[in-house]
T-cell receptor
């Protein structure tokens, strides 16, 4: 199936730990994103990569470090986890440029992170 | 002022009725507008995109855009219980070529009652 996939689906960890979330898309898109959805369901962009280049960085603490090894993958590493990091993290992808479906973002299933 | 505003609801409509969801945005240069549906515990699912003033229809869904009034809406005809979800309005304030930073509203919860 063509889709955006994320692993793991659930992540429970203690404060102070370091964790990573992985994302892969097989839609052939050239831009990938990380979003955070908080407990009030507000969805906010964190980062965006276009062809492995960081293009959007939304004043996210530097404990969060995205990495894009190629345009089909975007990972998110979080250092020194805090209680406030508990949220659902969504990966998304889109195809830039003109044409049908341009700029439409497609979301992965999400990773529910719980920090205790 | 919030960048993208939606009434949080819940909006309750009877089965078979038309559901009307509204969204206003603050940045006049916004060029791209999207409606996502999100079921509880699931990811946002794109259902409509609209870029030009006027109406765009896709099956039971119609998106309406009025850039002068900074207003975008979603109409769902013949509402079904399976349409019960939270509907998120998303706006690209930078426009094509300026990066694809979507700003989301807080969503409107729709309940379709039997």
């Amino acid at each position: 199936d063509t889709a955006v996939s994320q692993t793991p689906k659930y992540l429970v960890t203690q404060m102070g730990n370091d964790k990573s979330i992985k994302c892969e898309q097989n839609l052939g898109h050239d831009t990938m994103y990380w979003y955070k959805q908080d407990s009030k369901k507000f969805l906010k962009i964190m980062f965006s990569y276009n062809n492995k280049e960081l293009i959007i960085n939304e004043t996210v603490p530097n404990r969060f470090s995205p990495k894009s090894p190629d345009k089909a993958h975007l990972n998110l590493h979080i250092n020194s986890l805090e209680l406030g990091d508990s949220a659902v993290y969504f990966c998304a992808s889109s195809q830039e440029g003109p044409g049908t479906g341009a700029y439409e973002q497609y979301f992965g299933p999400g990773t529910r992170l719980t920090v205790t | 002022q919030k960048e993208v505003e939606q009434n949080s609801g819940p909006l309750s409509v009877p089965e078979g009725a038309i559901a009307s969801l509204n969204c206003t945005y603050s940045d006049r240069v916004s060029q791209s507008f999207f409606w996502y549906r999100q079921y509880s515990g699931k990811s946002p699912e794109l259902i409509m995109s609209i870029y030009s003033n006027g109406d765009k229809e896709d099956g039971r869904f119609t998106a309406q855009l009025n850039k002068a009034s900074q207003y975008v809406s979603l109409l769902i005809r013949d509402s079904q219980p399976s349409d019960s979800a939270t509907y998120l309005c998303a706006v690209n304030p930078l426009g094509p070529g300026g990066g694809n930073k979507l700003t989301f509203g807080t969503g409107t919860q729709l309940k379709v009652e039997l």
